[in-house]
């Protein structure tokens, strides 16, 4: 399987603080990776560092095997690697439709591409259809996070990174999300995917990697992680009937 998506990240830090170190992720094409740890084990920060944000990083990433490690955070967007970050970054006064626009006016789109990803948006979330007209602070939570995932389409990603996508969000409304972002990954779209649910996840997932202190402390096939003794004891909420990993690499 081609990667899409690769990132060597020797070190990422907030000042002097080191939050990775020798971290390395690969994307394939059309695979939807998830990646788990506890609160501070930097899933957040191998985010902001793929994407450019935290500048504060040794690190190589390259897209469809080119370098774009010299890439700033917007041309890595232009490029194709797009982040949705935690906390439902909406544009509270817009309508839904005008923070859907947004992301396809700054990479100039053609009006058919723009209607043809607009089209994709709604028949992923058809609540965002409904409610095109209203401002986006009246959506609900969940609503407003479709939003944001919707936004990051409009983009048209290459690879999506998506922060939390469930955080807050009611179980109905969880599943709804899942459901959706493993139709994006059944229809080829690359997507690296944090999250807090690693039940979901995993389930989703075609392969994981579990941080740990800032560095790589598993990975492997979703399937064998779901079913790992020890990330079911640390993040599934208990232990499993049947102990050990069948593929799990212990970094």
Request: with cysteine; proline share 3%.
């Amino acid at each position: 399987m081609t990667v899409r998506l690769r990132a060597a990240v020797a070190s990422s830090r907030y000042g002097p603080v080191e939050v990775l170190h020798d971290v390395n992720v690969e994307v394939a094409e059309g695979e939807i990776v998830a990646v788990l740890g506890a609160n501070g084990a930097g899933k957040t920060t191998l985010l902001r560092t793929i994407s450019g944000v935290l500048v504060k990083a040794g690190a190589a990433i390259s897209l469809d095997g080119e370098d774009i490690t010299r890439l700033s955070a917007p041309a890595r967007v232009r490029a194709g690697v797009v982040h949705v970050p935690e906390g439902r970054r909406v544009f509270a006064d817009l309508t839904v439709l005008e923070n859907l626009e947004v992301p396809a006016v700054a990479r100039r789109a053609a009006d058919a591409d723009r209607r043809a990803c607009l089209e994709r948006v709604y028949d992923l979330f058809p609540v965002l259809a409904e409610r095109r007209g209203q401002r986006a602070s009246s959506l609900s939570g969940g609503q407003q996070q479709m939003l944001a995932v919707g936004r990051g389409l409009m983009s048209a990603p290459r690879v999506l990174m998506v922060d939390e996508a469930s955080l807050g969000l009611a179980p109905a409304t969880t599943d709804e999300m899942f459901e959706a972002l493993a139709r994006l990954g059944a229809a080829g779209l690359s997507i690296l995917l944090v999250e807090q649910n690693a039940r979901a996840s995993l389930e989703i997932a075609a392969r994981a990697y579990v941080l740990e202190r800032g560095g790589v402390r598993l990975s492997g096939r979703a399937a064998d992680l779901l079913h790992d003794e020890r990330v079911a004891s640390t993040y599934l909420g208990g232990h499993l009937a049947t102990t050990g990993a069948t593929g799990a690499t212990e970094g």
